[in-house]
């Protein structure tokens, strides 16, 4: 009897307490209870407005600022004078400026034909582009030619050949390799711009529709690749590429060679704040040329309420982007600081600001996503 009395009692206490647990916290009637609800966010609309109003418009851009270099280049070729040189150089500035945002973007049509590495390899081979320049005999398809061609090609012709523009007009136009350094510029441009044709092309043939429509949460799937993507080119690219290397990050030596527009070397800073500007748009989901935002990586944080250290992550990345802006616009010209101390100790504090991106993106971000780090990383970050 007293055994029944007991079993009894347990059963009482047990609906009891599932009593209490169960009430007002049913999925179907709209109560606040603790049973953890599960996130759901629509990663197709977030591909859709990457591709729509950030991808495309960008390369788009792109695509018109290197129509427009051609164009000035060609108004020099048959009017050959210094306000032409002039205009020529504002406008490969321009266009070097609308490169920053479609860097990141080494995805499909892009990685396929290796579109960062044929545009914007650094530093120039000038070796190379000195003996092409001379005997108008190259091969720009070559992948040996990568580091003679592009953007940073331009940059030493336009900048480092001559230390005047009247002397470099007379170079490029009354010397005795004046035709084969015509020919030569002809050729690095038509080879960007046949090279961004193609990749506009298929984002705007069918592989605007592949990118979207893979929008599931696998190792293959548009967000985990491109997340990747975005990740690596933050922090090889932009991080490591543009301040870490110069400065001897990775080496114990400084590099100033290595600088991008080394023979402009007054932009290398603004192309960096270029660069960081595209990646803080896109993280935000902001459409480009324009201040209207839509579903993004930011978003989905928010979406899946993530905090770090109880403070709102999207928030952290945001500010220690910010913060990272401001300790770089506070620089002198990169090259100047590289050049005025060694080590060049404020360059290093703007690079650790930086590098604090980085494990909030690659630790923190993908965890909550629940996407996997697909590269290696040999920095030991």
């Given at each position: ?5 007991y079993?009894?009692?347990i ?103 290796g579109?960062?590495l044929?545009i ?8 190379l ?51 084969s ?18 990749v ?14 893979n ?24 991080r ?9 990050v990775?080496s114990g ?30 993280f ?10 839509g ?5 989905y ?19 220690q ?45 993908v ?15």
């Amino acid at each position: 009897m007293k055994k029944t009395w007991y079993l009894l009692s347990i059963a009482a206490f047990v609906l009891f307490i599932w009593a209490c647990s169960s009430d007002g916290s049913s999925s179907d009637d709209g109560g606040g209870g603790d049973d953890e609800v599960p996130v759901t966010f629509d990663r197709g609309a977030m591909l859709a407005n990457w591709a729509d109003n950030i991808i495309i418009p960008s390369y788009k851009a792109f695509q018109s600022e290197l129509s427009d270099l051609e164009s000035t280049y060609e108004a020099f070729v048959a009017d050959q004078s210094v306000i032409n040189l002039e205009a020529f150089r504002t406008s490969w500035e321009s266009a070097y400026r609308a490169w920053q945002h479609v860097s990141m973007f080494e995805i499909g049509p892009a990685e396929s034909i290796g579109y960062r590495l044929n545009i914007n390899t650094y530093p120039a081979d000038t070796d190379l582009i000195d003996a092409y320049l001379a005997t108008g005999v190259f091969d720009l398809s070559l992948p040996s030619n990568r580091d003679a061609k592009g953007f940073p090609a331009l940059d030493y012709i336009l900048n480092g050949l001559e230390d005047d523009d009247v002397t470099l007009v007379e170079l490029l136009t009354n010397s005795v390799n004046s035709a084969s350094m015509q020919d030569y510029i002809s050729e690095l441009l038509a080879d960007m711009v046949s090279l961004t044709n193609d990749v506009v092309g298929q984002w705007e043939g069918s592989y605007r529709n592949t990118f979207v429509d893979n929008n599931g949460s696998s190792a293959t799937a548009t967000t985990d690749r491109f997340v990747n993507d975005f990740i690596f080119y933050y922090e090889k690219f932009l991080r490591a590429g543009k301040i870490g290397i110069p400065i001897g990050v990775f080496s114990g030596t400084t590099e100033v060679n290595t600088l991008e527009v080394l023979y402009k070397s007054e932009l290398s800073k603004s192309m960096f704040l270029e660069g960081l500007d595209a990646v803080q748009d896109f993280f935000n989901g902001k459409h480009y040329g324009s201040a209207t935002t839509g579903e993004s990586l930011e978003s989905y944080l928010e979406a899946l309420n993530t905090l770090k250290d109880g403070a709102d992550l999207a928030k952290l990345i945001n500010d220690q982007m910010d913060e990272a802006r401001d300790i770089v616009s506070s620089l002198n010209d990169f090259k100047t600081e590289i050049e005025a101390a060694d080590p060049p100790v404020n360059m290093f504090l703007a690079y650790d600001e930086v590098q604090k991106v980085v494990p909030l993106f690659k630790v923190d971000m993908v965890s909550a996503m629940s996407i996997n780090i697909d590269f290696v990383d040999a920095d030991g970050d």
